[in-house]
């Protein structure tokens, strides 16, 4: 008599987004935009500035600057970020569990962010986090074109445009709430599991692996 084959899933390619994915980002956000303060002489609410990241840099300085210096202070803002938000950002709770359990399945790792792919590295080297790729400089349904030309199966981020991209790519959505969006927001945004953080990320993985291709997701809070 044969062996049953194995319907386990094969190992996936996963996708990470990074700020409020990977790394509270927040710290070194806020002392950048209190640095660019001081440079420009244009007031930034840095507190409230990172309440709402996620999305693309010049979202959020044409909140507080004219559309013609747009480009300007973003290119400022990139050059000043090494200095002042680097060191400053740590990595949040089982993100480097999370890397690591897809790569003990056999799988790969990949960061696609929003965030200048230079300054992602920068983050991910000093956290000693090391992906199989970082593609930086997309948002929302523009990240499928990464995962889909990496052939991601997953994607993991915090907010709603990291549901739009994984829905876009035709990736299982995997949200985490540690972001600025809310699980049940999350949820309502199409997201195939909400977890609370990436904390829960490597049981979730095990469970979607052993599943087999036709399994369902077990959703958690």
């Known amino acids: 008599m044969e062996p049953m084959a ?11 987004d990074l700020d409020m994915t990977l790394i509270d980002s927040r710290p070194g956000i806020r002392a950048c935009y209190v ?13 409230l500035a990172v309440t709402r990241l996620g999305p693309p840099l010049a979202e959020e300085l044409a909140h507080w600057f004219p559309a013609e210096e747009i480009e300007a202070v973003a290119d400022l803002y990139r050059e000043m970020y090494p200095t002042y938000a ?5 990595a949040l709770p089982g993100a480097r ?19 200048y792919e230079p300054n992602a590295k920068l983050h991910l080297a ?27 199966d997953v994607y993991v981020g915090d907010h709603l445009g990291d549901v739009r991209g994984a829905r876009a790519a035709d990736a299982r959505s ?4 540690s972001g600025p969006c809310s699980a049940e927001e999350l949820r309502a945004a199409g997201a195939d599991v909400v977890l609370g953080d990436l904390t829960e990320f490597p049981e979730w993985l095990a469970d979607y692996r052993a599943a087999g291709a036709d399994g369902a997701d077990a959703a958690r809070a």
């Open 174 to 177: 995997v949200a985490v709430a």
């Open 126 to 152: 000093h956290l000693g986090i090391e992906p199989d790729a970082v593609i930086g400089d997309l948002w929302a349904e523009q990240k499928a074109v990464a995962l889909r030309e990496h052939g991601a």
């Open 86 to 90: 680097v060191a400053a950002t740590p």
């Open 97 to 115: 569990e999370a890397v690591a359990a897809v790569r003990e399945a056999g799988g790969r790792a990949i960061v696609v962010t929003a965030k």
């Open 35 to 47: 640095a660019l303060t001081e440079r420009t002489g244009t007031y930034v609410d840095a507190d």
């Open 6 to 16: 194995s319907t386990t899933r094969p190992a996936p390619t996963v996708g990470f």
